[in-house]
């Protein structure tokens, strides 16, 4: 915890600063309000002290300043008997508190670690209603080598800062291997903030990284607190790292670089203190190499590299991993099914999974509904259009070949039975297919498809 204390009078912050020391809470102290305002541009600090009254710009027009600059931080407005009133008004300006001179230093303590702890439950609130997937209550499973690899792997950087890349394909469970890295970070009680850089349209996505500010475009009714201002104190995960256009790309790197933001229609650079987290499905060297992704960027983000093998390469892990789905299924349906037949366990483990944990988790929420006994059986495992028929469908796209047809007509082929499956939810095939929506978007559009 980090503390701003703001008062003209050298005892009175000298006083405080030695208080909050004791309890082990760092400070910096400001001798007036412009100080504090440059300050507060520098730094970023968890609660505020501010003095009522102080020459040139005194503690209500400093408090007015704070919030119209979008600082979410609490404060604390310190007055003297006299001064009641004008520490209501302060309330009323954006002030969570007030505490009178002189004070009894336990006191101020005990309401800065509260405030300080609702304002970081607020925090993580809002960043798990803006995160855009449901794998918060799952853990990284799996007792494979190469698992066991990874696993050692978070431990060695979760007290760590480094910024880490994590790589695999579609449905491997690069979230849940981020979250399990913010989890056992120093970081673990500030917010884990997700974005899918895939599923959110280009002209849209740099304002939901870097917020904007009150007119800074037509529709900009109020100022919006973008992702890395949402992290702050946590960590910040960019799903999807490859489908980041390029012209955003140079700013992230900045980002990175300097570890401060600017909001869209904004002119002041704001600190972030957020851990990076980075994934993606594609090959980024390819990428660099292809010119679609910056070198530089690369490096940056490729500090620390966590590479999770498919599904397919790791079987032994398959038992383990279907008992927990099971498991979290039945707690979510109110189902009491004890576990699967030796058959139906044995399938499981000869299927390939090309739709990796997440094809798994779509073929056991089938049969959990569908089974009429406590255990599931073979018969409850309808594996019939799942993509991982594709070992099957590559004997079939040979007779395609033969009969002339290219290797763009089954590709739309199997993007028009994805989608029909699915009934034309264009999330849910772009995942079956273990493409991007948003690619899934643009071949629809580039080849005409009327669907």
């Known amino acids: 915890m980090k503390i701003l204390i703001v008062d003209d009078e050298p005892n009175i912050r000298d006083l405080m600063h030695r208080y909050l020391q004791l309890d082990h809470i760092e400070s910096d102290c400001a001798e007036n309000g412009l100080s504090a305002q440059r300050m507060l541009k520098e730094e970023l600090y968890d609660a505020c002290l501010i003095d009522l009254k ?172 973008g992702m890395f201002e949402l992290a702050s104190g946590g960590t910040l995960f960019l799903d999807e790292i490859g489908d980041m256009p390029l012209s955003l790309q140079v700013k992230i790197l900045r980002v990175l670089q300097d570890k401060r933001i600017t909001r869209l229609g904004g002119t002041d650079p704001m600190p972030i203190n957020a851990r990076i987290i980075a994934a993606t499905n594609k090959d980024v060297e390819q990428l660099v190499r292809d010119g679609k992704f910056r070198e530089d960027l690369f490096y940056r983000l490729n500090v620390v590299r966590i590479d999770i093998p498919p599904l397919r390469e790791r079987r032994e892990d398959i038992p383990l991993l279907a008992a927990g789905i099971l498991k979290r299924f039945n707690r979510q349906m109110g189902n009491k099914i004890s576990g699967f037949t030796s058959d139906a366990l044995a399938m499981l483990c000869s299927h390939d999974f090309f739709g990796n944990v997440r094809e798994l988790e779509n073929i056991l929420e089938r049969a959990v509904i569908f089974s009429n006994t406590n255990e599931i059986h073979v018969e409850d495992l309808d594996l019939r259009g799942s993509v991982s028929m594709r070992s099957h469908e590559k004997e079939e796209h040979k007779m395609d070949a033969s009969e002339g047809k290219s290797l763009k007509d089954v590709e739309m082929d199997a993007i028009i039975r994805a989608l029909h499956r699915w009934e034309g939810n264009r999330t849910k095939a772009a995942k079956e297919l273990g493409i991007s929506r948003r690619t899934l978007i643009n071949k629809i559009a580039e080849n005409n498809l009327d669907l």
Not at 130 to 151: A, C, H, L, W, Y
Not at 164 to 188: F, M, N, Q, W, Y
Not at 202 to 216: D, H, I, P, R, T
Request: glycine share 10%; charged share 25%; no cysteine.
């Open 54 to 225: 102080m020459p040139g710009m005194d503690g209500l027009s400093l408090i007015e300043w704070i919030r119209s600059e979008g600082f979410r931080m609490p404060i604390i407005m310190v007055s003297a008997h006299g001064e009641i009133s004008d520490a209501v008004s302060a309330l009323k300006e954006g002030a969570q508190d007030y505490i009178v001179k002189p004070f009894d230093p336990e006191e101020l303590v005990i309401r800065l670690r509260k405030l300080v702890d609702a304002q970081n439950l607020r925090n993580m609130v809002e960043s798990e209603t803006r995160s855009n997937t449901s794998d918060d209550k799952q853990i990284f499973v799996g007792e494979s080598p190469s698992i066991r690899k990874i696993k050692d792997l978070i431990n060695r950087i979760a007290d760590t800062n480094s910024t880490v890349l994590i790589t695999g394909e579609s449905g491997t469970g690069k979230e849940v291997v981020a979250r399990d890295i913010h989890a056992s970070s120093p970081v673990k009680g500030g917010p884990f903030v997700a974005i899918n850089i895939g599923g959110v349209p280009e002209n849209l996505l740099e304002s939901e990284l870097f917020g904007y500010e009150k007119g800074a475009f037509t529709g900009a009714v109020a100022r919006k607190t």
